[in-house]
């Protein structure tokens, strides 16, 4: 028997918004591994499973066993919360299978990433170019994460920020905002999004002054505004250049 990988992504944490693809990889697998935070979000999909769960900064251990119980011949679902390309396993696997020169079939099955599923929630703020920065320093030093802070604002991304606090962090979403401001004015939209689609979604929207006066937490994703975007009805917009190109309120000229 040959063994497989399947490294999946489920999403924000409802079902709901699980990939066909990514249910259908659940149900053939031999063994689900993952973090027990996301797979408790899975009850009713692992019956009759054989589970590996195990606590964050496991993520070398999980990925080793995923390895081993594959090499028995068995098909293995790796389960990322999210997107697994994004901040996620799909990485540390294939590096790992580097490490070990392993000829196992590696497959990734992708899911809707938090920064989708927050957009969705806020209204329509990624419609131009955008820039994703995690705040964990943890394996990225700090110093790094400031430079490319100032790179993407002053750059005009809107900037979707991942991990922004944590207890043992809890000053760098503070850091963050000051470099922001040095690019961006504080009436700037942001978008403050916990949990998106789950029972304990949170939906704030506030702006660059105000931010840190919102409950933010690693469950917290966060979308700044450019120089563009604007607030209506509570939404969060951010232009893609047709009101320019196409002068939008005008009768526009029918085509042949």
């Given at each position: 028997?040959?063994?497989?990988?399947?490294?999946?992504?489920?999403?924000?944490?409802?079902?709901?918004?699980?990939?066909?693809?990514?249910?259908?990889?659940?149900?053939?697998?031999?063994?689900?591994?993952?973090?027990?935070?996301?797979?408790?979000?899975?009850?009713?999909?692992?019956?009759?499973?054989?589970?590996?769960?195990?606590?964050?900064?496991?993520?070398?251990?999980?990925?080793?066993?995923?390895?081993?119980?594959?090499?028995?011949?068995?098909?293995?679902?790796?389960?990322s919360g999210?997107?697994?390309?994004?901040?996620?396993?799909?990485?540390?696997?294939?590096?790992?299978?580097?490490?070990?020169?392993?000829?196992?079939?590696?497959?990734?099955?992708?899911?809707?990433?938090?920064?989708?599923?927050?957009?969705?929630?806020?209204?329509?703020?990624?419609?131009?170019?955008?820039?994703?920065?995690?705040?964990?320093?943890?394996?990225?030093?700090?110093?790094?994460?400031?430079?490319?802070?100032?790179?993407?604002?002053?750059?005009?991304?809107?900037?979707?920020?991942?991990?922004?606090?944590?207890?043992?962090?809890?000053?760098?979403?503070?850091?963050?905002?000051?470099?922001?401001?040095?690019?961006?004015?504080?009436?700037?939209?942001?978008?403050?999004?916990?949990?998106?689609?789950?029972?304990?979604?949170?939906?704030?929207?506030?702006?660059?002054?105000?931010?840190?006066?919102?409950?933010?937490?690693?469950?917290?994703?966060?979308?700044?505004?450019?120089?563009?975007?604007?607030?209506?009805?509570?939404?969060?917009?951010?232009?893609?250049?047709?009101r320019g190109k196409y002068?939008?309120?005008?009768?526009?000229?029918?085509?042949?």
């Open positions: 028997m040959h063994g497989m990988i399947t490294v999946v992504g489920t999403g924000p944490g409802s079902t709901d918004h699980i990939t066909p693809a990514a249910l259908r990889s659940i149900c053939e697998a031999d063994v689900v591994i993952g973090y027990s935070t996301y797979l408790d979000l899975l009850p009713d999909l692992l019956v009759g499973k054989e589970v590996i769960s195990s606590s964050m900064m496991q993520e070398v251990n999980r990925c080793r066993a995923a390895f081993d119980e594959a090499e028995k011949g068995r098909r293995v679902v790796m389960v999210g997107d697994p390309g994004i901040y996620a396993m799909a990485g540390l696997i294939f590096e790992i299978a580097a490490e070990r020169n392993s000829s196992i079939e590696i497959e990734v099955v992708p899911g809707i990433a938090a920064v989708n599923s927050c957009a969705a929630r806020l209204g329509a703020p990624l419609m131009h170019d955008f820039a994703t920065v995690s705040l964990s320093d943890l394996l990225t030093p700090w110093e790094t994460i400031e430079r490319r802070l100032h790179a993407v604002a002053a750059a005009d991304f809107v900037i979707a920020i991942y991990n922004p606090k944590s207890k043992k962090r809890a000053e760098h979403i503070a850091l963050a905002r000051d470099i922001l401001l040095q690019y961006r004015n504080p009436e700037t939209p942001v978008g403050i999004v916990k949990a998106a689609t789950r029972s304990d979604e949170r939906i704030i929207l506030s702006d660059l002054g105000h931010m840190l006066d919102a409950e933010i937490t690693m469950q917290t994703t966060i979308i700044v505004g450019n120089s563009l975007t604007f607030t209506w009805h509570g939404k969060m917009i951010t232009p893609r250049g047709y002068r939008l309120g005008e009768e526009q000229p029918k085509s042949e």
